[in-house]
Structure formats: C-alpha cells, structure tokens
C-alpha cells in the first residue's frame, strides 16, 4: 500500500517503518505550525519588536519559555511610555520657543506671515469646499432656456435703469446663441455689416434708426449694413467736421488738440465713434439697458467699444478726470433735471480744458418752457466754469476750465461747492452722485493740451509716472514682459492648438484667428500693460481693461495712457449683454479673488459669467498660479469648453491655460 506524500521537503518521499513515527512528526509540525504563527501576529502587532529580541533565539527552543515572553513585553510597554513622555517634553518645549519668538520678533514680519498662511488657508479651504461638493459638483452646467438668450444680470431685475445685483440674479447656466446666430464677420468689415439675428431688434428699430450722427441701418436678407442715408454725402463726417470748426480745430486734427478718449452718452450704434477710429480717436459707448434694440449691443457687434450705463442716481465707474471730451446727441438726457447733479457728474468725469458737446433740439428753444429749460443749463454751465466755445444749428460746445481758481473766484453762493477730501474718490463704484464739483484737488489735474500727444501718451515719462506713485523701471519691466507674452498669446491663439478644434456648424476649419479678434475684455489690466503691447504688435483690435475692485485702482493711469477701462467687482455680471467679446484675458485674477477673505462667488460662478460675455469660438486665456490654473482646468469640462496647460517658461510657479469656447447652435422649434 503506498503512503502520503510530505509536501514541502526537499528530496521527494520519506517512507516511514511505523505508524508512531508519523504521529510524532504530525505534532511535531502543528506546534511548530503554531509557533510561527504566533510570532506573525506579534511583528504585525507590534513591527519593532525585533528590537527586543535576544540573539539566543537564533535557534528555535524545543519549548515556549513564559517567563522570558513576558520581560519582552514589559520591556516593550515602557519604551513606549518612555517616549511618549520624551514627545509631550519636546511638544511643550516647542511651544515654548515658538511664543519667545514671537514675542522678540517685529510686527511687521509677524503680520506678513500672518497674513500668508490666512491667505493660503483661504485658498486651501475653497480648494476643499470645491472638492467636498462630491461627483455632482463636476457635471456639466444646463443649458439656459430660449428666454435668457440676451439676459444681462443686475439690469434684467427690477425697472429702475440703476445697475443692481441682488442675491439670486445670476444664471447658473450656459446661454446658448439664437438659433441663426453666426460668427460676427471679420474687421474690418464687419464694423459696416453685421449678421441680423445677432443681435435682438426688430424691423421696426431698423427703419426708425436714421439721424443725424446715426447712419441708417438698411436691411439687406439677413444682414444689417451701416451707411450713409445719401450717396452724396456723408451725415456723421459733416458732423465731426462740423464740431472740430466749433473748437477751432484745423483739419480735423483732434488729436492736436489734446482729444483722444471720447465718452459718448446715448450713442447711437457706434456710428459716430466707429468714424472718428480714422482719427485716432477711441470712443466709448454708454447706454442704458434696453431689452431690444440695444445701442451698447449693436455698437458691440461692430466692433466697437461700449458697455451698459447709466445717468440717474449713482455716480459712472470711473474716476475723476476720465476723458477729453463728453458727447450726447439725442441722448434722452434731460441735464436741466436735479438741479444740475448730472451736469456736475459730466464735470468730474471730465479733464481740465476737455470739451462737452451737446446736439439737441432743446438748444433752438422757441417755446418758453424750452427756453426756460434751455437758459438753465447755459447759466449752470457756467456756474461751473465752463466756457461756451460756439453754438451752431443744434449743437452746442463748452470748454471745462483749466485752472482751478475759478473756482474759488465765484461770487458766494455761484454753483456747486468744490468738494472735500473726504469726497474725493478714485474708486466710485455704487457711489451716489454727488453735488460737488470733483477732481480739483487730484494731483492729476492736467490739461489735455498740456498732456503729451497720441500715441506718444501711451508710454508716460518719469514725471507722468509719478503722479501715481510708480517708477519707470517698474513700469518699463512690465511693459517688457508683456511684449514677450502677447508675441507668445498669438502663436498659441491658433486652432492647431486643439487636434479636436470644433468646426463652424457647415463650415470648413477656421483659419488661424491673426484677424479674428476685435473685441478683448481684460480682466486684471494692471497698467494697461496687454492694451499697449497689442497696440504696440500692430493688431487691430481694441481693449476694455477692467480694474478689480478687490486689487490696486490703477485706472487713473489706465485711462490717462489714452486707453478706455472701468471699475468692477468680479462677483457680479459684467455690464454687457451676452456673446460680446472675442478673447477674455485674466493674469493673477484667481489669486486675487481667492486672497480676499469675505470672497462672495466661487471660481465656478466667474468662470460661467466669462463664458456669457464670450462669443462662440471665442478664446480664453488665464495666467495664474499652477494650483489655480489646475482648479480653473477642472472646471472647464463643466463650461463645455476645449482647454489646454501649458507652462510658462519664464516663471515655474504660473501656468497658462487656453481654453476656446465651442460653437454649440440652439435647436429650431
């Protein structure tokens, strides 16, 4: 009869001669069996206590000594106390260095690094609440219903024409173009035709649109062309060409003259502004929000610059001593009402010497409640130290004064007080109007004729710099490097970027987009640095440069350099309609928000108010920080959009991210 195999043995079968030989060597292997187990689970119990060991135990005894197992574990037990104790010691003398520190270092050095760690606390924390959200945070947004196709949060809320955001009126959702929508034509022809369904107007707006600084909009299929009503002559030349005379301009020339930012009230859709670009000039559009036929959205569509204003109980969103010329013709301003405020607010926006030009027919007044109208503006106007430079037809041009004495030159009780320190503000957002007359007191008070030419203005000497406290190597560094990143931002703007670039909807692929941008959004301008470099590159576009209010005011210098910006609190809608510009840039933006400490919105909700102002197609870029940058990238699968990384060579510690909003068309009913 054969015998059971010995698994495990070297040498094959051992065959034994009896059968108590195979019961000793069966105990013999369970108690072994036993002891090795037994000495598993101490090392896994306790993974140190080859420590203790005797090196007599290099050979396994025949018996289990009780006595030498229990000394180990004493022996083990008080090591353990031993060092906890010596951790509490070390702990407690830890703490008692960290407080001498302390108390023998600066404040100055204390507070600093206080406010790091606060700073990365708050990043680390909305990183958390980001990731603590779980699955359904990372879902991609809905689209918004047909209605909010050109909604604009904080004007589409209550009937007043005041901007104002309440809880509750922004859109967590993606508003998707008109079902004709296409992509706006390229500059520049597109500054003459733009595409009907574009835009929200009716047929009616199209044909009532004619005046005289507004070229009629004639409808041709499904495009709207902007051009002079008469072959013959052109009504907006004549015009402009009419208010150089009235200055005393030769040829034209306002640029010689020290005009070169023009705010235009109520314009129209752009035509006025879109001649005088010939010229040199860069005008912005302001407008109240209109639900349809909306001069800030046509004058957008065009190219041209403009956003969502308004004269009625808050001060603009930007500082004293903006622009070199105020224009309103027709604009539906009544400037006799308030005893003057919006007068007094068209003063502090304006510089010293610049010039208000007003086209109504309230200026030919026959009646005698016009002209009683009429006769106080003339007398506040100058009340204010304005002077009536000439007055042709319906329009009418004043001069501000250039010297502030005049002020204080007035008879007692003449006109508006000059306004105190305390209502001297460069950040006036949400501020009510005030009746004082303001900037007199601003370092920056300089006469445009004063003031160095266009474009030389763009580029300010150490002088100019110093009004604003800043130096010119400070300055020139920047200006430096955004060369460098501008020449780097149009290499990359090309659809080789993405292998998956979206198609036009029947198209072919798009060329790379050298002549596709015209309308740029930057969402940290700093010191205008992008805006000059672009000019600087030759590339014919224009840039709205956007000043947090959470950051540094530098739109004082922003507007003197000859470029247009304003005022905003990222955490609400920017004042434009939807589909509005073609690239929207923000550097270090995401580390500002996630600085503050009572921070409103979340980087999601920025991200999606982004997305509404950008056209299809439209580009994004953002240079931040790489744990921002990775943050903002994981939410773009949620805005739909294409994004890429890149690294920056210059700077490890920042990271490029190029994103392109895709061409999604809204299904026909």
Known sequence: MSMPLQRGISGGVRVSDSSDDLRDDSQMKDKSEKETRSSDHLTLRFPFAFLFTSNNNSQTPSKTDPYNARSRHKLLLLSLKISLVLIVILALAGSFWWTVSISTSSRGHVYHNYRRLQEQLVSDLLDFGEISAGPSK????????????????????????????????????????????????????????????????????VLTSGSINKRMMM??????????????????????????????????????????TILDIGCGYGSFGAHLLSKQLLTMCIANYEASGSQVQLTLERGLPAMIGSFVSQQLPYPSLSFDMLHCSGCGIDWDQKEGLLLVEVDRVLKPGGYFVWTSPLTNARNKEDLKRWNFVHDF???????????????????????????SSRK???????????????????????????GTR??????????????????MNKTELSLYGLH????????????????????????????DHPKRPGDEDPSPPYNMLRNVLDMNAQYGGLNAALLEAKKSVW????????????????????????????????????????????DSLLSLQTSQHRSSCSLLQILTEVDRVLRPEGWVIIRDTTKLVEAARALTTQLKWEARVIEVESNSEQRLLICQKPFTKRQSY
């Open 138 to 205: 990372w879902k991609e947004l809905e689209y918004c219903n047909r209605e909010a196709e050109n909604y604009v949060p904080c004007f589409n809320v209550s009937e007043s024409l005041d901007r104002f955001c309440e809880p509750g009126s922004r859109q967590e959702c993606l508003e998707l173009p008109p079902v004709d929508y296409k992509v706006p034509l390229r500059w520049p022809t597109g500054k003459d035709v733009i595409w009907y369904h574009n835009v929200k107007i009716t047929a009616d707006e």
């Open 219 to 260: 409808m041709d299929d499904d495009q709207i062309s902007f051009r002079s009503a008469s072959p013959m002559f052109d009504e907006v030349e004549d015009y402009s060409h009419q208010i150089a005379q009235m200055i005393g301009i030769k040829n034209d020339n306002f640029i010689e003259a020290g005009v070169r």
């Open 381 to 407: 106007t100058e009340s204010i130290c304005w002077t009536l430079l000439s007055q042709q037809d319906k329009t009418v041009v004043w001069k501000k004064t250039e010297k502030t004495k005049c002020y």
């Open 412 to 438: 007692p009780g003449v006109g508006p007080s000059v306004c105190s320190k305390g209502h001297e503000v460069e950040s006036p957002y949400y501020r009510p109007l005030q009746m004082c007359l303001g």
């Open 442 to 459: 601003s370092r920056r008070w300089v006469p445009i004729e004063g003031r160095t030419r266009w474009p030389s203005r763009s580029n």
């Open 472 to 499: 010119p190597e400070e300055v020139g560094e920047d200006a430096a490097n955004w060369k460098l990143n501008v020449r780097d931002y149009w290499s990359l703007l090309s659809p080789l970027i993405f292998s």
């Open 543 to 586: 840039v709205m440069n956007a000043v947090p209010t959470a950051g540094p005011n530098h739109l004082p210098m922003i507007l003197d350099r000859g470029f247009v910006g304003v005022l905003h609190d990222w955490c609400e809608a920017f004042p434009t309609y939807p589909r509005t510009y073609d690239l929207v840039h923000a």
